[in-house]
């Protein structure tokens, strides 16, 4: 199974940008769902954004469309969010998650059978 790393976050004031970072370093996550799940204080766990590593498919939240980027690199071992133009509501401890190999973005969303990183923490000031 995957040994998610995260790292990235940090805090920064309203309309700032941070760039976060997924991999894993032994195994490429080929035909696996990846991507961020995101929970506020007091809040519900939400999916952010994830992508089909090694195909086109990807996933954003309505909260952070046309704001935030998630891209893989070749190796397909490394999966990265760009956060741009941040808000004090994007404020959240983010986690990485993977799916298993071959399944759907349903199962990713569920989630169903995820593998986790450690979280990282973003801070959004006003």
């Known amino acids: 199974q995957p040994m998610l790393v995260e790292s990235g976050g940090g805090s920064v004031q309203t309309g700032g940008s941070l760039r976060l970072s997924c991999g894993e370093s032994k195994y490429a996550l080929r035909q696996r769902w990846v991507g961020w799940f995101r929970q506020g204080p007091g809040k519900e766990r939400e999916g952010v954004a994830a992508i089909y590593v090694g195909g086109t498919g990807i996933y954003y939240a309505d909260s952070v469309k046309g704001r935030f980027t998630i891209s893989q690199d070749t190796s397909e071992k490394m999966v990265y969010l760009q956060m741009n133009s941040l808000k004090p509501e994007d404020t959240a401890m983010y986690y990485c998650?993977?799916?298993?190999?071959?399944?759907?973005?349903?199962?990713?969303?569920?989630?169903?059978?995820?593998?986790w990183g450690q979280g990282t923490q973003v801070t959004v000031s006003s």
């Open positions: 998650a993977a799916t298993i190999m071959g399944t759907t973005l349903g199962s990713w969303l569920q989630p169903d059978g995820t593998f």
